[in-house]
């Protein structure tokens, strides 16, 4: 069975760094497209990032808000998704998910989520 | 690139159907086959229901159903249940590897 547990977030200071990590089970991180997807409280989603699987080339990509700020990683060995966050604003409080992806940016099994706030 | 664009409620009795739209332009529901709709209970994350417009995951029951038309897309859910109270999210691949969500619509059953 396919399972991610987040793990990391809590409050922090505007300017601040926070490290996300997403444990994965039931498949290999590797292997897979994975993205980072954030719901801001009492609204919507919006996607943050995604990584490729090592075989399309392991890249990452980021949306234009969080681009130069965030950075997405994966540790092979303990089979978990990392978002390295920094220069926090107010703005990136929300709640942040991991997620598989079946393609073409389809979310398919989801975490449940670490609360991020960030506030002076 | 704004939002897609849901209506804020919708809601209809036990058994009845529903349709959730979703609007967005030619650069992301109109131009790609890849628009989804996501459920969320509260508290809860979000789940897979519709993926490539009208196509269900493994476990989805047949009276959710997914359509587009143009530069909408539609989530329809027929013989409406408790269980189905919750919010649910419209996304569209929208190029340049970018997805766009739509603001999301809560659905009550009355």
């Known amino acids: 069975e396919v399972q991610l547990v987040e793990s990391g977030g809590g409050l922090v200071k505007p300017g601040a760094s926070l490290r996300l990590s997403c444990a994965a089970s039931g498949f290999t991180v590797n292997d897979a497209w994975m993205s980072w997807v954030r719901q801001v409280p009492g609204k919507g989603l919006e996607w943050v990032g995604l990584?490729?699987?090592?075989?399309?080339?392991?890249?990452?990509e980021y949306a234009a808000s969080v681009k130069g700020r965030f950075t997405i990683s994966r540790d092979v060995s303990q089979n978990t998704l990392y978002l390295q966050m920094s220069s926090l604003k107010t703005e990136d409080t929300g709640v942040y998910y991991c997620?598989?992806?079946?393609?073409?940016?389809?979310?398919?099994?989801w975490g449940q989520g670490t609360p991020v706030t960030v506030s002076s | 690139q704004s939002a897609l664009t849901q209506p804020p409620s919708a809601s209809g009795s036990p058994g009845q159907s529903v349709t959730i739209s979703c609007t967005g332009t030619s650069s992301d529901i109109g131009g790609y086959k890849y628009v989804s709709w996501y459920q969320q209970h509260p508290g809860k994350a979000p789940k897979l229901m519709i993926y490539e417009v009208s196509e269900r995951p493994s476990g989805v029951p047949d009276r959710i159903s997914g359509s587009k038309s143009g530069n909408t897309a539609s989530l329809t859910v027929s013989g409406l249940q408790a269980e189905d109270e919750a919010d649910y999210y419209c996304s569209s691949y929208a190029g340049s590897n970018f997805v766009l969500f739509g603001g999301g619509t809560k659905l009550t059953v009355l």
């Open positions: 990584l490729r699987r090592r075989a399309s080339g392991g890249t990452p």
């Open positions: 997620a598989t992806d079946r393609g073409w940016l389809t979310f398919d099994c």
